[in-house]
């Protein structure tokens, strides 16, 4: 029997608040037919690939050897999670670096953490020297945990990590539950954490580089579904990649397909898994008061909602968990973005109100709503480098959800390794994000292990 046909981006997918404004490149095609060879293919043509791009031409720049390079993209361009996510460049300077703390020590926390933190001062660095308008804001973000368990926990986290005097964690300034809701705005808050993090129009920012690696001679041609990658290089060193439109050789291979990873490389099955999430944009139809902050709102470690404020007056918010998490076939292992889930459909009605002080009367409602494919990582690392046993081909995949402040300096150390022959270590990338065979081979699934103590905590409330 043949097997099942992989997954691959579907069409129709729902249409996000970033998506309405479509740049003419979105479904473009450099040439009418795809290059029979070229030195460099990138997959995806979404924040990863097109920051691996990026690179790699800044890169030639300096080395004076320019490759060629042909993006392949499935749907239109920036049409993945990236171009239907939250907009929250937001480091994670206390929670997430706890939890790596006490699987692999304070020093891989700290390497972490750090990473994340450049990204804000690295695409601010970016956006003002290529004039990207992107509506891109550095703010600080206030993490609020809204039940006392959490905020214990969160709590006792950042002490531990406060105490190793690690510089990222300098940045996290704590106020503690008596004053946390009038800090914070946030009705109810049991803490309140805040650090400097950014927000900006992610389909934008991805557009206006894409515009100018074309510029710059790269090859896109979008509607382009790789289907297969040969298992073996031919006498010339070149991978054959077969897609929906003919084939092309190419030298050199950056898989950054995201939640699709698997599709091209099967050996990745186990270890990234499509995931859907869901976010929607809120207008006021009467002034708000203002929000110079952006959020993020803890109710549980795998219930939270993730906020920008909009310089339009409008607020993009993620999340919803509460609603859809419990029955896994709502997002786990699902490629379906032409749909809602319906329990959380109405969700964010009201959302605002609910939550934030002085929103009461403002007549807060969903303008836009939607879905996204995110490649969550099941030992919750990205994969960062080379691919176990296939020579000249990158991984820049497995993000978790927490893309933002992770993508554009990974992408910058696959460009790295590419054109300087630079060994993984080498890149600045922390060291626990190299793809490995190890990893490829664990067992362990961190994605179910946190679905299955959820259902718990919540049997435990009945
Ligand atoms: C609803 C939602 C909200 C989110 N909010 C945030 C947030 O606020 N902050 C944050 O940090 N992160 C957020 N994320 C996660 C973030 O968007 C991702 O981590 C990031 O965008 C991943 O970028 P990428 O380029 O790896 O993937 P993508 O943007 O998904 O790009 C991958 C591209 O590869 C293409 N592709 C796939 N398979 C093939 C194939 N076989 N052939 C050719 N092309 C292929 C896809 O069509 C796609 O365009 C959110 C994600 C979602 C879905």
Request: some cysteine; proline content about 5%.
């Amino acid at each position: 029997m043949p097997s099942p046909t992989p997954p691959m981006p579907i069409q129709n997918s729902t249409e996000s608040f970033w998506r309405t404004q479509l740049d003419p490149l979105d479904s473009h095609r450099t040439t009418e037919a795809l290059p029979t060879k070229t030195d460099i293919v990138v997959i995806g043509a979404g924040y990863a690939g097109v920051s691996a791009v990026y690179f790699l031409l800044e890169r030639s720049k300096v080395l004076a050897s320019k490759p060629s390079i042909v993006i392949l993209e499935a749907r239109e361009a920036c049409s993945g999670a990236t171009g239907r996510n939250g907009g929250h460049l937001k480091p994670d300077l206390h929670n997430r670096p706890a939890s790596i703390a006490s699987e692999f020590g304070i020093d891989a926390a700290a390497e972490a953490a750090a990473f994340e933190a450049e990204h804000v001062g690295m695409i601010k660095e970016v956006v003002e020297k290529e004039k990207i308008d992107c509506d891109f804001v550095v703010t600080r973000v206030v993490d609020v945990p809204l039940n006392e368990s959490v905020g214990i926990k969160l709590k006792a986290g950042y002490e531990q990590l406060v105490k190793s005097a690690a510089a990222p964690f300098k940045d996290v300034s704590y106020t503690d539950y008596d004053k946390a809701e009038g800090m914070s705005g946030v009705k109810g808050a049991k803490g309140c954490f805040t650090y400097t993090a950014g927000h900006l129009w992610p389909y934008k920012f991805v557009l206006h580089l894409l515009t100018k690696a074309i510029t710059e001679g790269v090859n896109l041609q979008t509607h382009t579904p790789v289907q297969r990658v040969s298992s073996s290089q031919d006498a010339e060193g070149y991978w054959a990649i077969t897609t929906a439109r003919g084939a092309i050789r190419a030298k050199t291979i950056v898989h950054a397909s995201n939640a699709y990873t698997s599709t091209i490389l099967p050996e990745y099955k186990d270890s990234i898994v499509p995931v859907r999430g869901i976010c929607c944009r809120i207008t006021t139809p009467k002034p708000a008061p203002h929000l110079s902050n952006s959020y993020i709102l803890r109710s549980s470690g795998w219930d939270y909602e993730y906020l920008i404020p909009r310089s339009d007056g409008s607020i993009v918010v993620g999340g919803a968990r509460s609603v859809f998490y419990s029955d896994l076939s709502n997002w786990y292992n699902t490629t379906d973005d032409s749909k809602l889930m319906d329990s959380a459909r109405h969700y964010f009605d009201g959302y605002m109100q609910r939550h934030f002080r002085g929103w009461e009367d403002s007549g807060a409602a969903v303008d836009k709503i939607w879905t996204g494919i995110m490649g969550y990582s099941t030992d919750s690392l990205p994969h960062i480098g080379a691919v176990p046993s296939k020579p000249s081909q990158f991984m820049l995949a497995g993000f978790t959800g927490h893309g933002m402040p992770q993508i554009f300096l990974s992408a910058r150390g696959i460009a790295s390794m590419i054109m300087e022959d630079k060994k993984f270590e080498e890149t600045g990338v922390p060291r626990i994000y190299q793809t490995t065979r190890a990893r490829l081979d664990s067992k362990r699934n961190k994605i179910l292990e946190s679905w299955e103590e959820s259902q718990n905590e919540v049997r435990s409330k009945l």
